[in-house]
């Protein structure tokens, strides 16, 4: 099956930092999506990104599909950001297949 | 409006209680799934429901029994289960499976006592 490999698996930033998250993947892809897993345990849907770039506010990604691997760019930082960020791709099946997360730690 | 909704939010049950997980979603999504999440792991998939029929049933054990009444509605049915069976049950549904972005309910959070 595909596999999913997100880094680093620990970030830790000032406010007001950048950050970039990579996700790599094993096998062409239908469906990639990026979200942020929030400390209650919320997933909220950042990305819906097969290909090319996106962006929405402080955040953009952007995904390169004929190199399997996908990027998460967060600017200005906030502490609010803080949180797991997952990647996940679809499977053969319809379900989504996760990577296993950049946990993210924005200090004030 | 992209909310798919989870009830109850908390659930503690005994290993011989029997209870039900509910997920319900109005934005006409033919595709609806459960997702497991143990501590500190990603999600993984437990069912797939597609058109209201049981897709993808990926060896779970059977005192978890899912149902779909309508397309709007999914149900988790809990019954005789084991501590190790605590975790975050997510409910996710996309437009139809494989292709289509899939939303995430809050999820309920279960301890099995």
């Known amino acids: 099956g595909i596999q999913v490999e997100q880094s680093p698996p620990d970030l830790i930033l000032q406010e007001g930092a950048n950050s970039t998250l990579r996700c790599n993947f094993s096998?062409?892809?239908?469906?990639l999506q990026w979200f942020h897993q929030n400390p209650w345990g919320q997933l909220i849907n950042l990305f819906y990104?097969?290909?090319g770039t996106k962006q929405n506010g402080r955040l953009s990604a952007t995904t390169v599909a004929t190199e399997r691997y996908s990027l998460l760019y967060i600017s200005s930082s906030q502490t609010t950001d803080s949180g797991v960020y997952f990647c996940?791709?679809?499977?053969?099946?319809?379900?989504?297949?996760f990577g296993k997360g950049t946990k993210l730690s924005v200090k004030p | 409006d992209t909310e798919v909704t989870q009830t109850p939010k908390h659930l503690v049950m005994g290993m011989t209680n029997k209870k039900s997980l509910k997920c319900e979603q109005h934005?006409?999504?033919?595709?609806m799934y459960w997702y497991k999440q143990k501590a500190k792991k990603p999600p993984e998939l437990m069912f797939v429901?597609?058109?209201?029929?049981?897709?993808i049933n990926e060896s779970v054990p059977s005192r978890f029994s899912p149902e779909c009444p309508n397309s709007s509605l999914l149900n988790l049915h809990l019954h005789a289960l084991q501590p190790e069976d605590s975790a975050l049950y997510l409910c996710?549904?996309?437009?139809?499976?494989?292709?289509?972005?899939?939303?995430f309910g809050p999820g309920t959070r279960l301890t099995v006592t």
């Open positions: 996710a549904s996309s437009q139809v499976i494989l292709t289509h972005e899939q939303y």
């Open positions: 096998d062409s892809v239908n469906n």
């Open positions: 990104i097969p290909s």
């Open positions: 996940a791709v679809v499977g053969s099946q319809g379900n989504l297949i």
């Open positions: 934005m006409g999504h033919r595709a």
């Open positions: 429901y597609s058109y209201e029929k049981l897709s």
